[in-house]
């Protein structure tokens, strides 16, 4: 089978059918090493087919392995640039926005779902990113709106999974590093009523054997949101005129 980027080299003009997609992504993956030398190039092709256009987004399936494909080739800071650029960081957020309705439209807890899953990896990428390069952090918190978005999915039905919340704590902690963040956060959006809410939510799963599969445990979960809680607070004071 082809790997996907030889596909789209040969490709360069003509559409792509999802299998082949599918089945590309597959091999590029399994062989991520080849890949080294060109990390920039096949970022930007992922980014361009997936995530600033929809070319190549036939299937949730396939935009999830284009992400989880993105995510591995975005791992080291040399290679990282264009996804800390603010097309890159939008387009990620809107695309977990656009996964997140997606979702649910049927079951989000059906197994494999995987619009959750593109809705995560998209979250992951971002999160990397700011971990990679802490100049994205304010990118993310006063260009892209990044704040928004992680409340539209703490409000929504996803949040009931445990690596979509988590995911949602890490990103909001990561970007809430100025006062005006915090203070947007807390009058605009209320995020402290929203956070308090999920918490309480994985705080009555402590214990439950029906968590016991997920990615994150309630604990890991309610540490994350902990973490971005406090943040908030001590970044909200700050905000507040002495």
Same mark, same amino acid.
């Given at each position: ?45 992922? &980014? %361009? +087919? ?8 036939? $299937?949730? @399936?396939?935009? =999830?392995?284009? !992400?989880? #494909?993105?995510?591995? &080739? %975005? +791992? ?8 800390? $650029?603010? @097309?890159?960081? =939008?387009?990620? !957020?809107? #695309? ?147």
């Amino acid at each position: 089978e082809a790997d996907y980027f030889a596909l789209v080299s040969s490709h360069s003009e003509g559409p792509l059918d999802s299998q082949a997609i599918e089945s590309g992504l597959l091999v590029a993956a399994a062989d991520v090493g080849t890949h080294a030398s060109k990390r920039q190039e096949r970022i930007s092709t992922l &980014l %361009g +087919r997936f995530v600033y256009t929809d070319r190549d987004r036939h $299937t949730a @399936r396939g935009t =999830s392995l284009a !992400l989880a #494909l993105l995510k591995t &080739l %975005g +791992r080291q800071i040399d290679d990282s640039n264009e996804l800390g $650029t603010e @097309r890159a960081i =939008s387009g990620l !957020l809107n #695309l977990a926005l656009e996964m997140k309705g997606l979702a649910e439209e049927g079951s989000i807890h059906e197994q494999p779902n995987h619009a959750v899953d593109t809705c995560n990896e998209a979250l992951t990428c971002v999160a990397n990113t700011m971990l990679l390069l802490p100049e994205t952090r304010k990118l993310f918190a006063d260009v892209c709106h990044g704040a928004d978005a992680v409340d539209v999915l703490l409000r929504s039905n996803v949040a009931d999974l445990a690596a979509t919340a988590f995911l949602c704590g890490r990103c909001l902690f990561l970007s809430l590093e100025t006062p005006v963040t915090a203070a947007y956060c807390v009058s605009k959006l209320d995020l402290p009523t929203t956070l308090a809410r999920v918490i309480h939510m994985y705080l009555d799963r402590c214990g439950s054997s029906a968590s016991s599969g997920d990615r994150f445990s309630p604990q890991q979960v309610m540490n994350e949101l902990f973490k971005a809680a406090m943040s908030l607070c001590v970044y909200y004071q700050r905000s507040i005129p002495r």
